[in-house]
């Protein structure tokens, strides 16, 4: 027995556990050292649901959504469908007031499922195929951002009606930010580049197809990206890209979609975005910008995904094993891994880890979190001396690209997605089974 068990109202003095720039807004630790999001213990979830299953907190999710809204009052919020979406969330999204976007006939018929209005919504990806713009004209999703000359062939050829239409460009800003995720260079696979008259060519060759209504300029400079102001470079670059194409063609754009990319902390210490700056550096960029170029000021849309999901997601998993090597190093083996969280393996993603079914009675060490499919949840992150096998970890920020990127490596199902909020957990997606598994198998 702890001294918090024979004092709890300790528990209640201490330092909080859980960094509230990391965890979900909703995250509490009860009187038995248990954490709690959405009022719901993630005991209970474990019990029923088993492990691991994502979690995502539905108050937290709602409540960074409204925050953009808010803060951004002048833009229209796009949330980034390829960082969590499934029917609910989708119409999470819509009973908020923010659009969807869209890369998939897959993500594009989930929207719809949630009841999302296609004209809020947009498809974008590079190398779309001429069946995913089919289904996106089919529909009448409202814009299409276009990633190539081929795909302005297709489009041309497969629409119907007049289907409004982005260019995306690279407006040649490097982030390079701490893992961050460079797309806004001109060396890289998307897009068009201002420079050397690529971008012109595509406007020409949208231009030429009355079908296409070309309304504006569509750009992502990258993902984690901390400093607003490679936003207000953006939109001043691009800005100039339109009085350019005003003075070519006459054609003056009334949309400028600056993407999203903003920066979420993964572990204490990592810097955010903030939205407050984030909104002063638009207004300020886009007044400079149009007043140099003597350009009507645009709509502007901004598409964030990590920045609504990632906080509001953790992951659950069962501890199994501990190892501690001859080093002094300890390796914690849980019931997950590679399949369930590739973000690690791919791109050296850091994590916050958390004791979540008791109070941790033995001093804090460095641990490995390693996965029994391969590969490793965190590296050397603190957790008691008392863990053992049983025990529930908890995993922050894992709403984006967790669940999203799920794999079937080692051909072990992926894992449910369970939505809390006010004391109650849902489950959003089962599952998914060995027979499912079996049933695309046609041997």
């Known amino acids: 027995m702890t001294l918090l068990d024979l004092l709890p109202s300790i528990g209640q003095a201490a330092p909080r556990r859980f ?21 719901v213990p993630l005991t209970d979830i474990a019990d029923e649901f088993g492990t691991p299953v994502y979690v995502i907190d539905e108050a937290d999710f709602r409540r960074r959504a409204r925050r953009y809204r808010t803060t951004l009052r002048e833009v229209e919020i796009v949330y980034a469908g390829t960082s969590l979406l499934t029917t609910s969330i989708a119409r999470w999204v819509r009973e908020e007031g923010l659009g969807v976007d869209v890369c998939s006939s897959g993500l594009l018929a989930v929207a719809l499922a949630g009841g999302v209005d296609p004209a809020r919504i ?8 001429p069946d995913e713009l089919r289904d996106a004209v089919t529909v009448g999703v409202g814009r299409i951002v276009l990633d190539s000359s081929l795909e302005i062939a297709y489009l041309a050829g497969l629409a119907r009606r007049r289907q409004r239409v982005l260019i995306r460009v690279t407006p040649d800003v490097d982030i390079h930010g701490h893992r ?13 580049t201002v420079t050397g008259d690529h971008a012109a060519e595509a406007v020409n060759s949208v231009l030429a197809h009355p079908i296409l209504d070309l309304i504006g ?8 990206v901390t400093d607003p102001g ?3 470079e953006a939109i001043r670059r691009l800005i100039a890209a339109m009085a350019d194409i ?11 979609n600056i993407g999203g990319g903003h920066a979420v902390p993964y572990v204490h210490g990592d810097a955010e975005l903030d939205l407050d700056t984030l909104a002063r550096v638009i207004e300020d960029s886009l007044d400079e910008a149009c007043a140099a170029e003597h350009f009507p000021r645009p709509a502007v849309v901004v598409e964030p995904g990590r920045g609504v999901s990632a906080r509001a997601g953790v992951t659950l998993y069962r501890v199994c094993s501990l190892n501690t090597r001859p080093s002094g190093r300890t390796f914690v083996a849980v019931d997950g ?3 369930d969280n590739p973000r690690v393996g791919l791109f050296g993603a850091e994590a916050t880890v958390a004791l979540a079914n008791r109070h941790g009675s033995g001093v804090k060490r460095p641990v490995t979190v390693s996965g029994r499919h391969g590969g490793e949840i965190a590296h050397d992150v603190q957790l008691p001396s008392d863990v053992h096998a049983g025990d529930l970890l908890s995993v922050a920020c894992t709403g984006s690209y967790h669940h999203s990127m799920a794999s079937n490596y080692n051909m072990v199902g992926r894992p449910p997605l369970v939505a809390v909020n006010g004391g109650r957990a849902r489950e959003l997606v089962r599952r998914e089974t060995i027979a499912d598994l079996l049933s695309r198998d046609r041997g």
């Open 19 to 39: 960094d509230p720039a990391i965890w979900p807004a909703t995250t509490s630790s009860d009187r038995d050292g248990r954490l709690c999001i959405g009022d």
């Open 246 to 256: 005003r003075a070519r063609h006459g054609v003056i754009l009334t949309e400028l």
């Open 217 to 224: 300029l569509h750009c992502h400079i990258g993902s984690q």
């Open 180 to 192: 961050a995720l460079r797309t806004g260079i001109s060396d890289q696979k998307f897009g068009f």
């Open 230 to 232: 490679f936003y207000g």
């Open 337 to 339: 891994g590679m399949g």
């Open 122 to 129: 947009v498809m974008h990806g590079n190398a779309k195929s």
